[in-house]
């Protein structure tokens, strides 16, 4: 089994700061990508951003220059650090890893945390 664990979401006001993060504990093997998704009241999930293993990194237009992703490979852990927050960043943010399990035969498969909340207030 592998899971997901997000921390550090919260109430804050537009302009604020949070740091979001993600520890994956479980039968690892390896862990490849490393990401933040997030979905809105009555929107689909959509990609924050992502960070490989080599540490190279992706983000929506929407958060570039505001938000900054990065991990922990040693830990297996991966932050997302939210500065300049909008009312329009309100959502359930989750992350994601694809992860090689620790067992024979094991395949790069897709996991996902439960989310936590972040609100930012007008």
């Known amino acids: 089994q592998v899971q997901l664990v997000e921390s550090g979401g919260g109430l804050v006001q537009a302009g604020g700061s949070l740091r979001l993060s993600c520890v994956a504990s479980?039968?690892?093997?390896?862990?490849?990508?490393m990401g933040w998704y997030r979905q809105a009241p009555g929107k689909q999930r959509e990609l924050v951003a992502t960070?490989?293993?080599?540490?190279?990194?992706n983000y929506a237009d929407s958060v570039k220059g505001r938000f900054t992703i990065s991990r922990d490979n040693a830990k297996n852990t991966v932050y997302l650090q939210m500065n300049s927050l909008r009312p329009e960043d309100t959502a359930l943010y989750y992350c994601?890893?694809?992860?090689?399990?620790?067992?024979?035969?094991?395949?790069?498969?897709?996991?996902w945390g439960q989310g936590t909340q972040v609100t930012v207030s007008s």
């Open positions: 960070v490989a293993s080599g540490g190279s990194t």
């Open positions: 479980g039968s690892i093997f390896r862990i490849n990508a």
């Open positions: 994601n890893a694809d992860v090689l399990r620790a067992m024979f035969g094991s395949r790069w498969s897709a996991y």
